[in-house]
């Protein structure tokens, strides 16, 4: 006849520790790895938002680019007094009216369906709408209300060789967007690197050197 030999205290409590162990073994592995997959989802979608954001920033730069382009092959070589003796360049490169290159903070947008762009000078807000439709972000476009606001500031450079008529232009575009730890404000100086893009830029005139 077997018989049954019943475990002791001493291994039963050694059981229920092993257990303990193991389960807490198992939560630190689940937490890490879940973690580890929050920073990186997190990181993913900064790095989506900054992308974006240069983008933003550039295509503004090269917006400004484009209407100094322009006025230069409208404008004719002339006299540019002011730059030295009898030395021409595009006396027009700024342009006129609103849309004159000049000291100042604007919404720059590309006109839909031409390749004009558009300066809007002292907005109240400086947010982006997105078009689905095309893909285009704009100031008070078509679309829907963005994550994203751009804003360009430009000052003038007139130390010499620089003139008040011919300036180096400072061009400073700034993306900003709302997201994880990036609040909605009107003031992107504010914010943390992580939250917008500076970009920096000089537009000159042409001269005969």
């Known amino acids: ?3 049954k030999i019943a475990p002791n205290k001493r291994q039963l409590g050694q059981t229920l520790i092993e257990t303990l162990v193991a389960i807490f073994i198992l939560v630190t592995g689940l937490v890490s790895a879940l973690s580890l997959a929050v920073y990186s989802f997190q990181s993913s979608d900064n790095s989506s938002k900054q992308i974006v954001g240069t983008a933003l920033a550039i295509e503004s730069v ?5 209407i100094r382009d322009t006025n230069w092959l409208t404008d004719v070589i002339s006299t540019c007094a002011d730059l030295g003796a009898g030395q021409k360049c595009y006396s027009a490169w700024r342009g006129s009216g609103a849309q004159k290159l000049e000291a100042g903070t604007y919404a720059v947008d590309y006109s839909i369906g031409s390749s004009n762009v558009l300066l809007t000078k002292n907005l109240t807000s400086y947010v982006l709408n997105y ?3 095309t893909g285009l972000y704009s100031n008070g476009g078509a679309g829907v209300t963005s994550n994203y606001s751009r804003k360009v500031v430009i000052s003038e450079d007139q130390t010499s060789p620089y003139t008040a008529l011919n300036p180096r232009l400072v061009i400073s575009a700034t993306v900003w967007w709302q997201g994880r730890k990036c609040l909605v404000t009107t003031d992107p100086a504010t914010f943390s690197a992580s939250c ?9 005139n042409w001269k005969n050197y």
């Open 62 to 66: 090269e917006g400004l680019k484009n």
């Open 1 to 3: 006849m077997s018989q």
């Open 196 to 204: 917008k893009v500076v970009l920096q830029s000089y537009l000159t």
């Open 131 to 133: 078009d689905p439709s």
